[in-house]
């Protein structure tokens, strides 16, 4: 039987025909978009352009041009993501952005900031380094396994809260399970507590709905390199007008408008010393690229996107979980995961520390020459496959043949 067409309507027996924009080197699989990116063509060029433009003339640029076009770009972003451009600061990366919320929050000894056992490495390490700097602590919560409802994860969290909280950090998409998280009914509910929430939304752009005009956090921080397919180096934090005044920069540099303008939050971090900008100003040709996917309209685009995404990655649970007998733990719906899926593998599989490759994906890469991530959670190895437009069927094909083969080779000891 077809999986393929047994499982989804969409058409995944080629990549899409917006997938030939992107230069990928030839003869490599590559199922990863989640971690990097890439960009394509399109994204590329506009990003040359900006570079070009500012070395032409870069005292005009930076002192006259550089303001007015951040905001014309920064208009572009915060209309796609639902907020006013005036609560929207561009950042390199997520990682940046909760780095400014950690150095901005006011805590005290005694006092807590509540995480989850599926977020991001970077993001737990920000959070207890900050909280052990004036004696508070980080409370990590685990949530249910299999997760089968929303009200089971933001019933964990509610119950997990104590008149110590100060704040809820919480992944819209993880980064190691790829589950969309309920992130709209947990703001409702930490709201009715009276406890500020943080979204950790590197994955989220086009994934999944972002309107922070109705979502009820009060601060977010995104990547743009990574599903937008933006340059690297971009990404935005957007914060609550409440908090705006209480927001520090990580770089210290002069503050103020270059250009002479009327004070604005955003003034210190605009301007951290000499930088190339070309990457934030080629944040609307990302967008445009969208339009193009569909045809002339934006939302089209990133619909065709997410469908053939998703259902690549279904694809790949459902060979994945045949494969080895074991059973993803989020629900088989585009509500809980998009583009990109984790799916646990067999003991056999050796655990790795931090900064060491696993074999297998190692094998995997050297062998196959297969893009894809492993990462370990609750004791267990995980592969992460992810796929954006340019991938197809016949790419899950190789890679679930490849890892039969390597799978073999691990529970042999070969």
């Known amino acids: 039987m077809d999986v393929a067409a047994a499982i989804t309507p969409v058409s995944i027996a080629a990549p899409h025909p917006m997938g030939s924009a992107w230069s990928l080197e030839p003869g490599v699989t590559f199922l990863n978009h989640g971690s990097f990116g890439p960009s394509p063509q399109p994204v590329l060029q506009a990003r040359e352009d900006w570079s ?61 900031v509540l995480l989850n056992d599926h977020e991001y490495g970077a993001v ?16 990590i919560v685990r949530f249910p396994e299999p997760l089968t409802s929303s009200a089971d994860l933001v019933d964990t969290l509610r119950d997990a809260l104590t008149p110590s909280t100060r704040l809820i950090v ?13 992130v709209r009914a947990v703001c409702e509910m930490a709201h009715a507590q009276g406890v500020p929430v943080c979204i950790d939304g590197p994955h989220a752009p086009c994934v999944t709905e972002i309107d922070l005009s109705r ?27 409440r908090h705006q005044k209480s927001l520090r920069p990580v770089v210290t540099s002069w503050g103020g ?22 990457p934030f100003l080629a944040i609307p040709a990302a967008l445009d690229f969208f339009t193009e996917v569909g045809a002339g309209n934006f939302d089209r685009g990133v619909a065709a996107f997410r469908a053939h995404g998703h259902a690549l990655a279904r694809l790949a649970r459902h060979k994945v979980e045949a494969l080895t007998g074991l059973a993803c733990p989020i629900p088989d719906s585009p509500d809980w995961y998009g583009p990109m899926i984790s799916l646990p593998l067999p003991e056999s599989v050796p655990e790795t520390t931090h900064g060491q490759m ?14 894809t991530p492993l990462v370990n959670w609750r004791g267990r190895r995980w592969v992460r496959v992810s796929c954006h437009l340019y991938n197809s069927a016949a790419d899950i094909e190789q ?3 490849a890892l039969a083969e390597e799978l073999e080779r691990f529970s042999s000891g070969a």
């Not at 919480?170 to 309920?182: D, E, G, M, R, W």
């Not at 990404?235 to 007008?241: A, K, T």
């Not at 696993?358 to 297969?370: F, G, K, S, T, Y």
């Open 399 to 401: 890679f679930t043949k």
């Open 124 to 139: 737990l390490r920000i959070w207890r380094a900050r909280c052990d700097e004036v004696g508070a602590r980080v409370r």
């Open 358 to 371: 696993n074999p297998l994906q190692q094998r995997l890469w050297e062998a196959h020459r297969i893009e």
């Open 52 to 112: 070009r433009r500012i070395e032409r003339e870069p005292m005009d640029f930076f002192v006259r041009r550089l303001e007015p076009e951040l905001d014309l770009a920064r208009e572009r972003l915060a209309a796609f993501v639902g907020a006013r451009p005036a609560d929207l600061l561009f950042v390199d990366n997520a990682t940046f952005g909760m780095n400014i919320v950690a150095r901005s929050l006011t805590l005290r000894s005694g006092d807590e």
């Open 170 to 182: 919480l992944s819209h998409v993880t980064s190691q399970t790829a589950t969309i998280f309920p």
């Open 257 to 278: 408008s270059l250009a002479g303008r009327s004070p604005h939050w955003h003034d210190e971090f605009n301007w951290s010393g000499t930088r190339d900008y070309a």
């Open 215 to 241: 979502l009820g956090c009060d601060y977010y921080t995104a990547s743009c390199h990574k599903w937008l397919s933006a340059p690297f180096g971009t990404g935005f934090l957007w914060v609550h007008p």
